[in-house]
């Protein structure tokens, strides 16, 4: 069964940095991209940004480019979402999926997603 | 202001048909990109509900059907039932923003 698990939830101070990870089982998890979206309380999906395993390249929204940064270890077949200055708009339930295609780059969609990671940012 | 437009709300009685809009823009749906939804159940991560515009996974029922038509897209249910009372959310390629787009999100309802 392919799935996907996040790290559990976590609670932060503004100005704390944070890394949550993703890990990938019953595929190989260096061919398919890993993409991140968020989901504020009570709002809708926001697209973050991919990264492809097999090599760490990376393409961000350009809402959150700078704000984050995504990375992956191969090796542990884990994809992590990391922040170096939390703020507490960053809070949010944040949830990896797998990217999958037809074969067109354009055209795919994700699936499964992991169970999500709550982060809370609060003083 | 998501870039995939769709209605907040949709209702319908058990049984019935609904249709749940997503508009988007000659960047995304109307340059040919293919259009996803998921399922979001309430309190659970989302899933693949429609994919390739109308294209359904294994588990979902064929009252579910896709539809895509110039520059926008189209989720259809009948025969309502109450396990569909859920958030969903359609999903392409925007050209603009060289990334995935989602739409807002619409609540289905079932009166």
């Known amino acids: 069964e392919v799935q996907l698990v996040q790290s559990g939830a976590e609670v932060k101070k503004p100005g704390e940095s944070l890394r949550i990870s993703c890990k990938g089982s019953?595929?190989?998890?260096?061919?398919?991209?890993i993409s991140w979206v968020r989901q504020m309380p009570g709002k809708g999906l926001e697209w973050m940004g991919r990264?492809?395993?097999?090599?760490?390249?990376?393409n961000y929204s350009p809402s959150f480019q700078g704000h984050v940064t995504l990375s992956a270890d191969k090796s542990i077949s884990t994809a992590y979402l990391h922040w170096s200055s939390l703020k507490a708009s960053d809070t949010a339930m944040y949830y990896c999926?797998?990217?999958?295609?037809?074969?067109?780059?354009?055209?795919?969609?994700?699936?499964?997603w992991g169970q999500g990671t709550l982060v809370t940012v609060s003083s | 202001q998501s870039v995939l437009t769709q209605p907040p709300s949709v209702s319908g009685a058990p049984g019935q048909r609904v249709i749940i809009s997503c508009t988007g823009s000659?960047?995304?749906?109307?340059?040919?990109?293919?259009v996803h939804w998921y399922q979001q159940l309430p309190g659970t991560a989302p899933k693949l509900f429609i994919y390739?515009?109308?294209n359904r996974p294994s588990g979902v029922p064929d009252r579910v059907s896709g539809s895509k038509s110039g520059t926008s897209a189209s989720l259809a249910i009948t025969g309502l039932q109450a396990e569909d009372e859920a958030d969903y959310y359609c999903?392409?390629?925007?050209?603009?923003?060289?990334?995935?787009?989602f739409g807002g999100g619409t609540k289905l309802t079932v009166l």
């Open positions: 999926a797998r990217r999958v295609g037809s074969g067109n780059f354009y055209n795919n969609w994700v699936d499964p």
């Open positions: 019953g595929y190989t998890f260096t061919s398919y991209w």
């Open positions: 990264i492809d395993p097999s090599d760490s390249y990376t």
């Open positions: 000659s960047s995304n749906i109307g340059a040919g990109y293919d």
């Open positions: 390739g515009n109308s």
């Open positions: 999903h392409s390629y925007d050209s603009s923003l060289s990334g995935s787009v």
